[in-house]
């Protein structure tokens, strides 16, 4: 799932079907953070978990990369903010278990859509034992190879699951691959009540700009589950709005996954036992979207 980040070159989705139009005046909310889990696998046998997170706060956007999904494994930690210029480029190196890791960025000519991940001009290159793991941005393997001075071809990686921490109004907007190599999708994700307000909240959810999940009468149905179908194959939506409405504080979080089944199982994937994360073969990719909504 290589080509999964040119699903991001646009965050924003214009929405031009009845069904997932009216947006009641509100933009959908930009994402703050992103985490990215990716799944590789080293030319030796040995599996791997790489996380890479990308934030953005006030000051500009920060980096951080770890490996095995271990925060005591934390590979780098990296402040890109613009009075910041000499960190937008350089390499960490770190021995976390029995592997040498070593993580490579350029920053420094980078362009930002409305989200906190570079969307071209970039590279982040993910080298365990001399042999390179993760690469995202625009340099393409032989190139990376000959610059970083690799011999063994790149390790086999994909995109396991991206996290997303947004906040705002109850209107968000992302895109997804649930399939490798296949349709990148848009998805919307849309919380109002009667005429726009907060009376009698209801929950749609579209992809494609098509209505595929509509739950009325949110706040007795503030916790469910449902199947969609996307590229042939069954997609689990779970929803967690609870915060929302019940949380004391002044603003709440919801949640919201989608994972797509594997092959012949009829299983909801709640339902399954988590496999061990050294294990590729395990469960595919799954979206989780962390929404803060804002008073």
Known sequence: MRDFASCFSEHAIKVSDSSCSGNSGRSPSAQNTVACVYRTQHSTGKQLLVTVTWCRNQMGHLLSVTVDDDPASCVCKVDTSSWQFWKKKGTRSLETGSSKV?????????????????????????????????????????????????????ANFFLSARKEYVSGKAVYSTKAQFVDHGVCHDILIKCRGENGGTKDPELCVCIDQKKVIHVKKLLWKFRGNQTILVDGLPVDMMWDVHGWFFNSSASGDAVFMFKPRKGSDSRLWLEEKLLPKKDLGGPGFSLLIYACKCP
Do not use: C, H, R
Request: net charge negative; glycine share 4%; hydrophobic share 50%.
């Open 102 to 154: 070593d993580v490579f960025w350029d920053l420094s000519s980078a362009k930002y859509a409305a989200g906190p991940e570079p969307v071209e001009n970039f590279y982040l290159v993910v080298v365990a034992d001399a042999q390179i793991v993760v690469l995202l941005g625009d340099m393409d393997e032989e190139a990376a190879m000959k610059k970083f001075d690799i011999t063994t071809p790149i």
